[in-house]
């Protein structure tokens, strides 16, 4: 006959694991690491953990219970901080590659590229083109150009007679 665990109701008191330990009691696996690191004698060499010589431990030191919610705590942050660590030296890698423009440098490129769409469809001067653009607002530019670009278009075509 093989060996079983003790059970009592379902529960078995002899549980393989840490983690399946954890999810029996439902107890997180930072306290049972914590635990066998404090010393606690429920942890056999094999692996195996003797639940109910855990809860008396974790009766006599609650500290611990505390100090495994912090440590999820910290390791969340710590999760959070490599991956803005690993974007950052994303974005710096495809700048290094001239991949990436800057923001600025964009915002740059498209009122340039804004001013001359404008100069050319409303055939202003220069000046006065540099200014109203100056002067304007990019959501104000953005919605007169979707507004007047049919109009300036079909105005242009007439008089090129396409």
Do not use: Y
């Amino acid at each position: 006959m093989k060996n079983t665990p003790k059970t009592d109701k379902g529960f078995k008191f002899l549980q393989p694991s840490m983690s399946a330990a954890a999810a029996a009691t439902t107890i997180p696996l930072a306290v049972f690491k914590l635990a066998k690191r404090a010393g606690c004698d429920a942890f056999c060499s094999n692996g195996n953990v003797k639940v109910e010589r855990l809860m008396p431990f974790l009766q006599k030191h609650p500290e611990l219970l505390v100090e495994a919610e912090l440590a999820e705590e910290i390791a969340a942050i710590r999760l959070e901080r490599a991956k803005a660590a690993a974007r950052l030296a994303r974005v710096q890698a495809d700048l290094a590659e001239g991949l990436a423009v800057p923001k600025s440098e964009a915002i740059r490129a498209i009122t340039r590229f804004v001013m001359a769409l404008k100069f050319k469809s409303l055939a202003l001067p220069k000046r006065l083109a540099q200014r109203l653009a100056l002067e304007s607002d990019r959501l104000l530019l953005s919605n007169c150009w979707k507004r007047n670009s049919r109009r300036c278009f079909v105005a242009l075509n007439a008089n090129t007679g396409r």
